[in-house]
């Protein structure tokens, strides 16, 4: 079940549709980090380079009201993209009308045109009202995209989870669409580390809560061979088997699903045996405790040492490992240890040659800023939609992909 990739596609002389994920962060209208255009000029590269006119497009936060359309006007990432790029790129500020059309029918083989927004479309001025057409993939939105151009590449991996009409409503209304290489590569290592994973496949989940993650939990506990678990969440588990687990955070309603998922996993779910603790959520050296050994007050911030060795050993030998959720609050750097402690497992067993996969928004952000982005196989671009693949999903902006 191979998915049409964009170098698979004759695009020469031809209009390519290119949805990309633009939807970067903004202060003022000015760019702070650019990440996501640099990951998107493979595929707008190859599409130029090869002959293709490329129009490029992407959503940009969210447009609920008339103050979002300023707010997020889209303009300063085609200066960014024509920078980066190095080509001059057409900025058409409308979303469809006789300029865009006119733009479009003017490009030239190796032309760039980007248009506004995508959900500028979720709102309509005259009227005031929100119509989520873009969003709710409205079905003429969906054509009208379509009808300006022939094929359609899909590269927007974030937004893959919702279908829209600038995903499924195009793909509906075109004879080809294919993958972009970001979207290639999720399919790659989340797609085969859902459908065939190299055994052993080991899990680490972390991150602030359990009821964010019961889906993935589920799912995991169905394929993977064993599941290390960190972060806040790991104390839900820890109270639910009976250890008194002081200020940490834990979720109080979700013991009961805690104590059932435990049950299921039937021994594939390894909990932390100490923590660091602090009597307070802020920035001092805490002291590392065996998890039996917390007073009232000790509110656990990160794993401890031991825990760390015990994920070793879990670790050893693994050949798919998948991370969702750091393993304490890392942004404090006297709680980081834990979540450094995974990354350079997990350095390691990319040596080793195992596959290393890091989906999840935070979870990326901690690999990324401690410097271990090169050093795995994969981190996701997607947040909701890294957990939705990981949980078995189908998601609509792949599946929307032809086949080959
Ligand atoms: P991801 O985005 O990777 O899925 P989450 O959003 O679930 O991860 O969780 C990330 C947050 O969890 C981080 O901000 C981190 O500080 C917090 N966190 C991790 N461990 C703890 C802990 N022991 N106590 C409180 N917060 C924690
Ligand atoms: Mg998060």
């Given at each position: 079940m191979a998915k049409k990739i964009v170098s698979d596609l004759q695009v020469k002389g031809k209009k390519v549709l290119i949805r990309v994920d633009f939807n970067v962060?903004?202060?003022?209208?000015?760019?702070?980090?650019?990440?996501?255009?640099?990951?998107?000029?493979?595929?707008?590269?190859?599409?130029?380079?090869?002959?293709?006119?490329?129009?490029?497009?992407?959503?940009?936060?969210?447009?609920k009201e008339?103050?979002?359309?300023?707010?997020?006007?889209?303009?300063?990432?085609?200066?960014?993209?024509?920078?980066?790029?190095?080509?001059?790129?057409?900025f058409v500020n409308a979303t469809r009308g006789k300029e865009l059309e006119d733009a479009v029918n003017q490009l030239k083989e190796g032309e760039i045109l980007m248009f506004q927004n995508t959900r500028y479309e979720d709102y309509d001025v005259q009227a005031q009202k929100e119509t989520k057409y873009e969003s709710k993939n409205n079905a003429e939105?969906?054509?009208?995209?379509?009808?300006?151009?022939?094929?359609?590449?899909?590269?927007?991996?974030?937004?893959?989870?919702?279908?829209?009409?600038?995903?499924?409503?195009?793909?509906?209304?075109?004879?080809?669409?294919?993958?972009g290489f970001l979207l290639e590569k999720e399919i790659?290592?989340?797609?085969?580390?859902?459908?065939?994973?190299?055994?052993?496949?080991?899990?680490?989940?972390?991150?602030s809560?359990?009821?964010?993650?019961?889906?993935?939990?589920?799912?995991?506990?169905?394929?993977?061979?064993?599941?290390?678990?960190?972060g806040a969440m790991m104390f839900t588990f820890l109270k639910?088997?009976?250890?008194?687990?002081?200020?940490?955070?834990?979720?109080?309603?979700?013991?009961?699903?805690?104590?059932d998922l435990l049950a299921k996993a039937n021994g594939k779910i390894v909990l932390p045996v100490d923590a660091v603790v602090n009597k307070a959520f802020e920035?001092?050296?805490?002291?590392?405790?065996?998890?039996?050994?917390?007073?009232?007050?000790?509110?656990?911030?990160?794993?401890?040492?031991?825990?760390?060795?015990?994920?070793?050993?879990?670790?050893?030998?693994?050949?798919?490992?998948?991370?969702?959720?750091p393993?304490?609050?890392?942004?404090?750097?006297?709680?980081?240890?834990?979540?450094?402690?995974?990354?350079?497992?997990?350095?390691?067993?990319?040596t080793e040659g195992a596959q290393t996969i890091i989906g999840g928004g935070d979870s990326a952000a901690a690999a990324e800023q401690l410097g271990y982005a090169s050093k795995v196989s994969h981190i996701s671009t997607g947040g909701g939609a890294s957990l939705e693949y990981l949980e078995g999903k189908v998601l609509p902006g792949i599946a929307c992909v032809d086949e080959i």
């Open positions: 962060p903004m202060k003022n209208g000015v760019i702070t980090d650019d990440t996501r255009v640099r990951a998107a000029l493979p595929t707008i590269e190859y599409v130029v380079n090869n002959g293709g006119k490329a129009i490029v497009f992407s959503h940009l936060g969210r447009v008339e103050a979002d359309i300023l707010k997020n006007d889209i303009a300063p990432v085609a200066k960014r993209l024509e920078e980066l790029i190095k080509k001059p790129v057409k939105l969906g054509a009208y995209w379509a009808s300006l151009g022939d094929v359609f590449v899909n590269d927007a991996f974030g937004t893959a989870h919702r279908a829209a009409a600038s995903n499924v409503g195009i793909a509906a209304n075109v004879k080809e669409t294919a993958a790659k290592f989340i797609g085969g580390a859902v459908d065939e994973p190299k055994r052993p496949y080991v899990a680490i989940l972390g991150g809560k359990v009821s964010d993650k019961i889906g993935v939990i589920e799912a995991l506990i169905a394929k993977a061979d064993k599941i290390l678990v960190g639910a088997q009976g250890y008194n687990i002081g200020a940490s955070r834990c979720e109080e309603d979700k013991l009961d699903l805690a104590k920035d001092v050296p805490g002291v590392n405790k065996s998890i039996d050994a917390f007073d009232a007050d000790d509110m656990g911030l990160d794993i401890g040492s031991k825990t760390l060795e015990l994920f070793a050993e879990n670790l050893n030998g693994a050949k798919t490992v998948v991370w969702n959720g393993m304490g609050v890392f942004e404090m750097k006297n709680y980081a240890a834990g979540t450094i402690g995974v990354c350079e497992l997990l350095a390691k067993l990319t």
